[in-house]
């Protein structure tokens, strides 16, 4: 999992070898070994966190609604595409490959920029995320302490950074064990108090009053939101690169896809309903939001002292959140400077293959955003503005790889592709214009301020939110006019980094 950025880049999957390298002749036959639970549960893995659903909380009722958009226009769509991708370009794999194939260098470079860069602004909220667990573990009024956030959000960025300079397996180490006791395990007692919290007969926060209570007002300032389910929903095009590892790709694919978004959809769904229910809709905070409707549960039900045990599980999944797409992207990113699209500056690295000089512009990035946290009118705005600017660059990138799969539908149409979307050109055709219909609507609410977050003066907000996701996005361009095949890695480096993917 730590190996591989699940918001569309390989980094380190088996076989896969860069072409035009020496390295490439080498090539590894995967055994075909997952079935249709197998592929389920990869997505799964690499989707779940429980970080987002304060934010689709202030819908109540209605985030019913906007979790089937999301599964429509975002979830079905990149689990099929990238299925189909991966599977014909398995032995390189990753978005770069994909648009790169379908589109040239220039396409792919912005595709791999977009992927790392949303990275870049991700970082601060996540990290938001992990001290204000932290703070209910100590002392719960601190999570909306800016001095103590920011502390504690540059320890733990620069503890972890730190700690991927040893490499994918240590990275992997903390990503597993942390996301099963800090998503898995807390999701499951969400659902189970909410659950209790409904048959005891407890007041909600947010009354069901009949199937109306399922739409939520269909403005666009209080749509906003809907850019932040599909960040929540971003990695579902995980399993798609171990499609060449699949027994029965044709049919396990459809299938895995269908269970991997029933079981997340179901967990999104009751775990936000849950906050819902119990955190009135003007008092959820969207870092720390998860926390309070632990402790409103626990409280109520005379059990408060569990507050701080699963602050401390939160907390972990919180890094293990941040080290995942921490070292993934990265190492993708590395890769692609290796290729020439991007200046040797990026192609730095420790004996373990390590991106060590990546791992160091990021950090020093990402803290520059953090910085947001100690400006902005309330925590939450800070938070929100670095979520929408995310998936501003989030979605460039996945609508790149939705034009990728119906071009090379096209340019390559006898391509071995052990999955192929259903339906032939038309079906690929109805399911990528899905895609990017559900992108091109959350890209354009992103520039909306929401409703329920003060976020100051609004031609301001939408006009930084324009400046910001310009600078970040047109990097790639620019470095494109100055590329230089000096650029590339030499032979005896990519040898060595083939070497240690074969054996990761």
Known sequence: MATTSSRGVAAGEPGKALSGH????????????????????????????????????????????????????????????????????????????????????????????????????????VLSFIAASLAYLLVP??????????????????????????????????STWG????????????????????????????PYHGAHSLMPALSLSNLVFFSGVLLAFAGMEMAGFHA?????????????????????????????????VVVPQHKIELNSGLLQAFQVFFNRFGVGWLTRPMSLLIFAGGIALLSTWMYGPARGFMRASFEGDFPKVFQGHNSKLAPTSVLWIQAGIGTLFALLFLFEPTISASYWILSALTTQLLVIMYVLMFAAVIRLRYTQPDRPRPYKIPGGKIG??????????????????????????????????????ILFTAVLALPPIIISWFRRDSWKADAQTMAAVQASEDEE
């Not at 934010?55 to 079905?76: C, K, P, Q």
């Not at 800090?182 to 407890?202: E, Q, T, Y």
């Not at 396990?252 to 269908?258: E, I, M, Q, S």
Request: net charge positive; proline share 4%.
């Open 22 to 125: 020496p390295a490439a002749a080498r090539k590894v036959r995967p055994k075909r070994v997952l079935g249709m639970t197998s592929l389920a549960m990869i997505d799964v893995a690499a989707v779940i966190s429980l970080r987002n659903l304060p934010t689709v909380a202030e819908y109540g009722w209605g985030s019913i609604f906007i979790f089937g958009l999301a599964l429509v226009g975002f979830m079905i769509p990149i689990s099929f595409a990238a299925a189909e991708l991966a599977s014909g370009w398995a032995e390189t794999g990753g978005v770069y490959v994909w648009v790169r194939e379908a589109f040239g260098n220039k396409s792919g470079a912005v595709a791999i920029w977009a992927d790392w860069a949303e990275n870049l602004v991700w970082y601060p909220t």
């Open 141 to 174: 009024a601190w999570a909306n302490n800016r001095a103590w956030l920011f502390i504690v959000m540059m320890v733990v960025f620069w503890g972890t950074t730190l700690a991927n300079f040893f490499g994918v397996r240590a990275s992997a180490r903390i």
């Open 179 to 206: 996301t099963v006791l800090g998503s898995v395990v807390p999701g499951i007692v969400l659902i189970g108090l909410g659950i209790g919290w409904l048959a005891s007969g407890h007041t909600l926060a947010a």
């Open 244 to 276: 060449r590892e699949a027994k029965n790709p044709k049919k396990d694919f459809p299938k895995a896809t269908l269970l991997a978004c029933l079981l997340l959809v179901g967990l999104y769904v009751l775990g936000t309903l849950a906050i819902a």
């Open 428 to 465: 690929v055709w109805i399911m990528a214009g899905l895609g990017v219909a559900g992108c091109v609507f959350a890209f354009y609410v992103g520039f909306v301020p929401p409703s329920q977050i003060t976020t100051g003066n609004h031609t301001l907000y939408i006009t930084l939110m």
